[in-house]
T-cell receptor
């Protein structure tokens, strides 16, 4: 049973295109996140949603638009893709449960813009 | 803003030996949470160990343990009896809130276990 799933796992596209990455979690968590891992492996938060409401937006270009149709899904749409958008994008979810707090990560989506 | 620093970009150790990965952080808050995540070549992010700042006792998970020095803002990870499967990138991470806050990551340490 996959806890946090992302589709697709690999995405190759050309500059200027629009693409979406989907994320689903079956853990019943209220909070979901998008992180970006660049070519140097540095991981940085992009967005956070709690129960479909945007909580964190970390100075991400307007070309990136997250959408949460329900609390189990958080999708990432990217307009007018640029070479610098090439990275691995991770979705994650979390829920405070006593002292077992943990962010569960999806497998990542490797986006390559050519 | 909180920052996390990992000063060792790469490390290698012989199988079965012990290795310690360093992490320092900066925050003005008193309550927070620290984590070590492992990222093997499969790129899956796996939680190795967590530490709540209000707890004085260092966390331990099997062969993994931490040395948490709150005053020094230091959070090192010790891996005992290292195994080939421990080869991975290791990220130190910081979080302010409990379950509804972002993780701030360090730049990572690439650990290689040599057979």
């Amino acid at each position: 049973d996959t806890a946090v799933s992302q589709t697709p796992k690999y995405l190759v596209t050309q500059m200027g295109n629009d693409k979406s990455i989907k994320c689903e979690q079956n853990l019943g968590h209220d909070t979901m996140y998008w992180y970006k891992q660049d070519s140097k492996k540095f991981l940085k938060i992009m967005f956070s949603y709690n129960n479909k409401e945007l909580i964190i937006n970390e100075t991400v270009p307007n070309r990136f638009s997250p959408k949460s149709p329900d609390k189990a899904h958080l999708n990432l749409h990217i307009n007018s893709l640029e070479l610098g958008d090439s990275a691995v994008y991770f979705c994650a979810s979390s829920q405070p449960q006593g002292f077992s707090y943990e962010q569960y990560f999806g497998p990542g989506t490797r986006l390559t813009v050519t | 803003a909180q920052t996390v620093t990992q000063s060792q970009p790469e490390m290698s150790v012989q199988e079965a030996e012990t290795v310690t990965l360093s992490c320092t952080y900066d925050t003005s808050e008193n309550n927070y949470y620290l984590f070590w995540y492992k990222q093997p070549p499969s790129r899956q992010m796996i939680l190795v160990i967590r530490q709540e700042a209000y707890k004085q006792q260092n966390a331990t998970e099997n062969r993994f343990s931490v040395n948490f020095q709150k005053a020094a803002k230091s959070f090192s990870l010790k891996i005992s009896d290292s195994q080939l499967g421990d080869t991975a990138m290791y990220f130190c991470a910081f979080s302010l809130d409990f379950g509804n806050e972002k993780l701030t990551f360090g730049t990572g340490t690439r650990l290689t276990i040599i057979p």
